[in-house]
């Protein structure tokens, strides 16, 4: 049997514009960059795409579909079912559209950004995973990407939230 390589995730969300060179760094090494949307700008995905592959979607600041990215995606890992989308939760709350689009794709890792604030739960078999704002400073929040560790199926899913963009 041979062994799954582990594939490390870029998880990014909200920069609304802004691409911090810092994002460089806490991207080092990563093997592919999900981007959960509110994208503000082109270049944004520009820059990343110098560091791995980016899968994006889009948010409301990108107006979803006029943006030219799309408004949900999946992608699979590992054999990790992956689901992508920009608004999950609202006002602190799994939101109605949220749960529909969990129901809909059964993913078991959930990718969304919106509310800026950094979220790493477990729903059932589902792993939510917000890794906060990366553009500019909004609120008392911290500036925030995340990355995600996949191994096989007999690994357990490791995720590491809390790198601060700065």
């Known amino acids: ?18 691409f911090d060179p810092a994002i460089r760094r806490h991207f080092r090494g990563v093997d592919q960059i999900i981007h959960a949307g509110d994208i503000g700008n082109r270049s944004v ?6 560091i791995a592959p980016v899968t994006a979607v889009s948010g409301n600041v990108d107006r979803y579909e ?20 920009h608004v999950v939760f609202e006002a602190g709350k799994l939101a109605k559209e949220g749960r529909a689009f969990l129901d809909r794709t059964r993913p078991d890792i959930c ?7 950094p979220k790493s739960e477990w729903l059932g078999d589902t792993l939510l995973f917000n890794p906060g704002s990366a553009g500019r400073k909004r609120f008392t929040l911290p500036r925030m990407v995340g990355t995600i560790s ?17």
């Open 1 to 18: 049997m041979n062994p799954v390589r582990m594939i490390r995730l870029g998880v990014i969300a909200d920069t609304h514009g802004l």
């Open 45 to 50: 995905i520009e820059h990343l795409e110098r």
């Open 66 to 85: 006029e943006s030219g990215f799309p408004t949900e995606a999946i992608i699979t890992l590992n054999g990790f079912r992956i689901a992508i989308r």
């Open 111 to 117: 990718i969304f950004g919106h509310t800026h604030q």
């Open 150 to 166: 996949i191994g096989d199926r007999l690994l357990t899913k490791h995720m590491r939230l809390r790198s601060q963009v700065a």
